[in-house]
């Protein structure tokens, strides 16, 4: 009979909150953005217990694209786009402009009131 593997076989590696850096995937700060809407979109879909067609008659949005938007599918669709879709669902979205004290610039999405599950990415400018 086969040994059944417990706990201490298997090794446990926790991740930072943000997946694509943990795979080493280098986002754009567009995409990054993008994932991040679309992240918070799904979260309101699901805080609000909607369904795919509620929030397309919300919104405005084909279902389809809502279905795309909440498996993580952004391409095709810009931040504002998923801006307007965050908004048409009650959230508000806040836009922060700073100057920057080194020769890049920085992305920076938070949600409001959470030290964690921000992203940021750096790019020259």
Known sequence: MGRHKTSSDIAITHGSGDVFADLDIALSPDEALKLALARQITEAIVSRKLTQQQVSALAGVDQ??????????????????????????????????????????????????????????TRAA
């Open 64 to 121: 389809a694209k809502v279905s795309a938007i909440t498996r993580g599918r952004i391409a095709g669709f810009s931040v504002e786009r998923l801006m307007k879709l965050l908004l048409a669902l009650g959230w508000n979205v806040e836009i922060k402009f700073a100057p920057s004290r080194e020769n890049t610039g920085t992305v920076r999405v938070k949600k409001s009131g959470s030290r964690d599950g921000s992203i940021e990415h």
